[in-house]
């Protein structure tokens, strides 16, 4: 039988959340705010999220039949939600290679952290900010460091002219600007 018509089984969790790919051998930097937030939301889940919703299902729970409680049913749903966020969140964590931007404060080379002015050949301008896959945010700015355009900056110094691969085309970008957060006081 071909394997088109076999069911699937039940037990199986579609719903796990992959991880985002990380260039083989490669690490998953990221920046001190962004562990920080990635935490955060963890302890969040941990401490408040989690035990309110264990309240609620248990509450549910005493109701009587679970079948059609739609508190509980609903709870369940959300434990498992958020199980599922806590489990991804701590293999990330795990993972993370803390780094320092503010270190190449002053620096006119691209590294990881750096915010980046650049035109391209249309004499369009952007501004970039290369940061950690778990952090990153396109409609902020704020791209991953192994993104194609993170990946074409990198090394790159200002004034340099550089190619970037576009699926209709092959971009020439020029490095206008290149700026660090300064260290911490």
């Given at each position: ?70 508190d509980y ?74 993104s194609p ?37």
């Amino acid at each position: 039988m071909s394997k088109a018509f076999t069911k699937e089984s039940d037990d199986a969790d579609e719903d796990e959340l992959q991880l985002p790919a990380l260039p083989p051998g490669g690490k998953n930097y990221i920046t001190t705010p962004g562990y920080k937030r990635l935490r955060d939301e963890l302890l969040q889940l941990i401490d408040v999220d989690r035990p309110q919703v264990v309240e609620v299902v248990h509450w549910a729970a005493s109701n009587g039949d679970r079948s059609e409680n739609g508190d509980y049913l609903y709870g369940k749903k959300r434990l498992r939600e958020i199980d599922r966020r806590i489990r991804f969140l701590t293999r990330r964590l795990e993972m993370a290679v803390v780094t320092e931007p503010s270190l190449h404060h002053g620096n006119d080379q691209v590294f990881f952290g750096a915010t980046v002015r650049y035109v391209d050949d249309l004499e369009e301008e952007r501004t970039v900010t290369i940061v950690g896959i778990d952090e990153s945010d396109s409609s902020a700015g704020q791209v991953s460091w192994v993104s194609p355009i993170a990946r074409t900056l990198l090394k790159a110094r200002v004034g340099d002219v550089l190619r970037l691969p576009m699926p209709e085309r092959v971009a020439e970008i020029e490095v206008l600007d290149v700026q660090y957060p300064a260290a911490p006081a």
